[in-house]
């Protein structure tokens, strides 16, 4: 197989969480350019417009509404496309939230708490969900959206829940893809900057979603565990 056949997606099944913009949407075309059929999760249909007009490049992309933090909405997600014959082979963490500027003496319990159910839950729901499939078919790749902010603590702003789930993201990656490598399926994460980098400018979602490509890919089809930053150098110091 060529080098360019191996991030080629053709037959792929990608389920993209948040698809619907901004980083989760540049994933969306990215996978779909490659081939794949696309299944954004979004929680509102006006969400997901933008992806599904992509649907006039000829690319393949279905809407299912749904809140990551529902596990049995997630089940239902992953049963629905097993049963019509095309589970899941690729499922791209994206949907998260952030917060910063609160001082973690003046964080209340719903703001941590729904930190963590919507970027941890959410996580493990989707990954439990749709890689059940995957573990029975014995291939797949899971690629979730950590963050810089997951390696280093970013300053001046404090923000220590969005920090926290996100550094918690990264050993959740590690810890299914220890798990699930037996079966075939590759579990990586990539960890973006979102401020500006020592290359002196600000990341863009495209150039995450090329990373998030990759790793979904055949190409990385030796990387498992993997927690690849595409930062430009930030975490570098
Ligand atoms: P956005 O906030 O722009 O988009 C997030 C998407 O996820 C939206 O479509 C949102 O939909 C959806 N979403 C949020 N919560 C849920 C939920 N509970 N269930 C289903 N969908 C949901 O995020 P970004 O594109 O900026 O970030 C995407 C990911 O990348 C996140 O995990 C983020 O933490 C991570 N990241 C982002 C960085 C950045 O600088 N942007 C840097 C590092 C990491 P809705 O309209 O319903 O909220």
């Keep these: 197989m060529s080098y360019q056949e191996k991030f080629r997606l053709h037959g792929e099944r990608a389920v993209v969480t948040g698809g619907g913009r901004a980083i989760g949407l540049c994933c969306v075309e990215a996978l779909a350019e490659a081939g794949a059929a696309i299944v954004v999760i979004e929680r509102g249909e006006a969400d997901a417009q933008e992806a599904l007009a992509l649907r006039n490049r000829g690319y393949e992309i279905e809407l299912r509404i749904g809140d990551v933090t529902d596990s049995a909405r997630m089940e239902a997600i992953a049963t629905e496309l097993a049963d019509d014959g095309r589970p899941a082979t690729i499922l791209v963490n994206n949907a998260g939230i952030g917060q910063s500027g609160i001082p973690s003496q ?10 963590m159910d919507v970027n941890i839950n959410g996580v493990f729901w989707c990954s439990r969900a749709f890689g059940r499939h995957m573990v029975a078919a014995r291939r797949g790749a899971i690629v979730n959206l950590g963050s810089m902010s997951g390696i280093i603590c970013n300053r001046p702003q404090p923000q220590t829940p969005y920090n926290v789930s996100k550094a918690a993201v990264h050993h959740l990656t590690r810890s299914m893809a220890a798990e699930w490598a037996e079966y075939g399926v590759r579990v990586n994460a990539v960890a973006p900057t979102y ?4 290359m002196g400018r600000m990341g863009t979602p495209e150039e995450v979603a090329s990373a998030v490509l990759f790793l979904a890919s055949g190409a990385a089809s030796l990387m498992t565990g993997t ?7 930030f975490t570098c110091w």
């Design 106 to 115: 003046d964080v209340t319990d719903a703001d941590w708490l729904r930190m």
């Design 195 to 198: 401020i500006e980098t020592p």
């Design 227 to 233: 927690i690849v930053n595409v930062d430009g150098g």
